[in-house]
């Protein structure tokens, strides 16, 4: 199976230098020049044989200024000939010059406008102009400071970017309170994301995969410490380099970084009635070395949950009623640990190499009273109580390696393996009414998940204005998935109980990739971006009970189309692509979880991938201080993955959650949002997100009978935040988010709301600061109303959370810094592909079927 696999990552690389397609071209800075476009299509200026070189810098803080633009302009004519962009060390190259007189216009956002005049060059001359300084654009007036605030949300070419390290309200929070703020992202109180209302997204850290993501993208969130998070990165249309997973889109989390010589270690602490947190992030550079070592620990406790929950079910003639009422909490623990090297081989060659491991001790326990009527006649009620352990140790180790041959033109290759052990496992006991101990039960479902990645890619310009990449990936990958159900009386030992309680899935996939990308920008700032990606997927899946699944190889051609136009202050912007889906051991797994006998759970492991094709129109605009978006946005997916429940013909009155290719999805919609500059110091923003689904599906209900299901309806979300900065450094946040009813295949899940309030005052020596958050704190609790229904089952679930909280935070920064040029460093594996179970709430009582995902 290996050796098919890297046969086709062979192959499809040589297909791929033949295959030109679209993908990124890296955007000029600097303030747009009223005359053409240096060095773009359709420039027919004559060529010569001198050059021009030099290097911009900043006066301040002598250090590069990345990407700076450059515009060379003849003396003779006022007409500009030639023109390029400074590389990530600030040095530029203006080449085949005709000798003349010319001068030259430097320009780049945040600083002032540099012009060199009286540039002589003579036939085969290579003139050196060598640091040129840039000013900042900050003016300081006696008492009075004129600064700039970068924006919260900055749009770019292929991606909504949210600068979560202005958010003054996440410290001593994690990644979910930073996710919930981001345009287009829904996050539900359980920590699970959704892009535009599907949840088939890929979660990336830094621009990698990691296993922690692949078995539960909310457990991984609370991982990821809050004020560690530089931006967050939502790409809606990925282009052919990005792996075909996703339906969806992307999410990439990129935390704060460095390019500091010496030594440094950072302290963060937050404490509040709900949960606590400790993270001490330290890094050395000397030369061309760098290490960095961190580690991040948070606790929860004090979470409590009550749900209540009416049912009716109908098998073989026979109508059952199930009351039933909850009461529970849960405590958890959270920890990731890295360890990162970094070395430049020489001027154009780096190596990175980490580790990172990341821990999850999640304790859930619930206490249930289940009443049962049979016709309308009652039965005797039970007892239950419930105590469930979700943990997992994930490792994750790469190695990358890059050589940059000049500015645009980069070879590299990555590495990773990650290892994720899981254990997912419930213990119950059984109580009559006198609360006396009848009987126990007991599920222990272990999983390892395990992937070994290589991945080569390359890029080159083609003259100034296009840009071509390749590459080509192979992905290993391993899900071993044990499970028992076990039952005791109340005095005896635990046996195994027979009919298929006890089990084993073995599931090897395989992946195979090559792609190719082209992007064409034209003078008038026209930009074309077009790629295209195979994928070849390698089955081998078995179960203990039923042997090999049979499901077979599949491959898929992912095409991808992006197009942008900008003018007079405005962008439109249209684009399509078509995604994957491949299924997540929590969809495929076959353990049987009846945590709550009257909400099963089982996965289905013959599933097979979904298909979404996608198209967007979005049109943004900057008036004065005030930047807008609007994007309209179509979807429909294949095959779709898709939940099913059904009444139970062998436990009276419970219903079964499975998943099944059953559906056809259709989503119409717009995502709308509004930043307003109020001044240098006052930012407020408003967005909303709302969309039309219609899904439909064909199933057969318990009694065998071909079912046919239709859903359709609204969904809309939306909310507001403001963010001050005052005086002494002071500073203050607010944010509110409110999430209508969600359509579902069988019903709709119930929406909710959440608001923060933080303030924050820093040290006068601006190496710590103090704080204070508080979230939900006029609301006792939320209540998540949620109706499912079909021809043979209808259920109404209450799911009460109380989380009105309160932390302080403290921060300090030790150690002495000075400024280092940045440095490009070498590339890493980008697995963004597997479907992960998110955006349902669990059925009351119940707990997720346990497993990773097979990434």
Known sequence: MKSNALLIVTTLLAASLLTPALAQF??????????????????????????????????????????????????AT????????????????????????????????????????????????????????????????????????????????????????KDITAKGGDATDILRKVPLLTVDLDGNVSLRGSSNIRVLINNKPSTIVAS????????IPADQIKTVEVITSPSAKYDAEGSGGIIN??????????????????????????????????GKAGFTIGGFGRAMYNTITKTNLDQTSQVNGVTTLTRQSGDGTSNGLFGQYNLG???DLAKNQSLTAGVRYGVRNMLSQQDLVTQLFTNGTPGSSSNRNVDTKNLS?????????????????????????????????????????????????????????????????????????????FGAKGIIRQVNSDYRYLLAGPTGEFTTEKNGTQGALLYHQNIAAAYSSYTYTTKKRYTLKGGLRYEHTFIDASTEEDGTLGIGNYGVLVPSVN??????????????????????????????????????????????????????????????????????????????????????DTLAGAIVTTYQNIGRQYTFGTNTFANVAVTSKINVGIFLNAFYTSLTGQTTNADGVSESLTNTGFNVSGGTFASAQFSNGWGAQ??????????????????????????????????????????????????IHTVLNSAQFNQVNDVYLYNRGIRLTFTYKIGKMTMDAPRKKAKSVNNDDVKSDGGSQAPAGGTSSGGGTPR
């Open 393 to 469: 140790g994930t490792v994750d180790a790469n190695v990358d390696y890059l050589h940059t041959f000049k500015p645009q033109q980069e070879w590299s290759i990555s590495t990773l393996y990650s290892r994720n052990d899981l254990t997912n496992n419930f213990d119950a006991d059984l109580l009559n009414n006198m609360s006396a101990l009848t009987g126990r039960q007991r599920n222990l479902n272990k999983n390892v998940n395990q992937e070994f990645t290589l991945q080569t890619d390359y890029q080159t310009p083609i003259k100034k204005n296009q840009l071509i990449e």
């Open 341 to 343: 090297f970094d070395y």
């Open 734 to 783: 607010a944010f509110g988010f409110l999430q209508g009813s969600q359509v579902q295949l069988q019903g709709t899940q119930g929406g909710f709301g959440f608001y923060t309030l933080g303030v924050k005052k820093d040290f006068k020596s601006k190496k710590g600061s103090v704080g204070i958050a508080a979230e939900n704190f006029l609301s006792n609790r939320f209540n």
């Open 253 to 286: 989390i990129i935390t704060k970084k460095n390019s500091l010589q010496g030594l440094n270690l950072n302290i963060d602490s937050g404490v509040g009635n709900r949960g606590s947190m400790l993270s001490l992030n330290g890094s050395y550079r000397k």
């Open 563 to 648: 197009a942008s136009k900008t003018f007079k202050g405005t962008t439109l912007k249209l684009g399509y692509n078509r995604r994957i889906q491949r299924p997540g051991l929590q969809q495929l797994n076959p353990n049987f979880n009846a945590a709550n006998p009257q909400n099963i759970t089982i996965g289905n492991p013959s599933l097979r991938p979904e298909l979404t094709n996608n198209i967007e129109l979005g049109v943004s605009r900057t008036i004065k201080k005030t930047f807008i978006n609007a994007t309209f946005f179509g979807r429909s997916t294949n095959n779709a993955i898709t939940q099913v429940r059904q009444p139970s």
């Open 26 to 75: 890296p955007g000029m800075g600097g303030t747009p020049q009223p005359k053409a476009l240096p060095g773009t299509a359709g420039d027919q200026s004559p060529k010569g044989n001198a050059k021009l070189t030099g290097s911009i810098i900043d006066s301040t803080q002598a250090k590069a200024v990345e990407f700076a633009s450059i515009a060379l302009y003849s003396k």
């Open 216 to 223: 539960s993208v909310a457990d991984a969130l609370k991982q």
């Open 78 to 165: 006022g007409k500009t000939v030639d023109g390029t962009v400074a590389d990530e060390k600030g040095k530029f190259v203006l080449s085949k010059l005709v000798a003349g007189e010319y001068r030259m216009l430097i320009t780049f956002v945040g600083f002032r406008n540099k012009t060199i005049d009286n540039v002589v060059l003579a036939n085969g001359q290579t003139l050196d102009l060598g640091s040129i300084k840039l000013s900042s654009g900050v003016k300081t007036l006696e008492e009075v400071t004129v600064t700039g605030q970068a924006a919260l949300i900055e749009e770019k070419v292929d991606r909504l970017v949210y600068n979560a390290d």
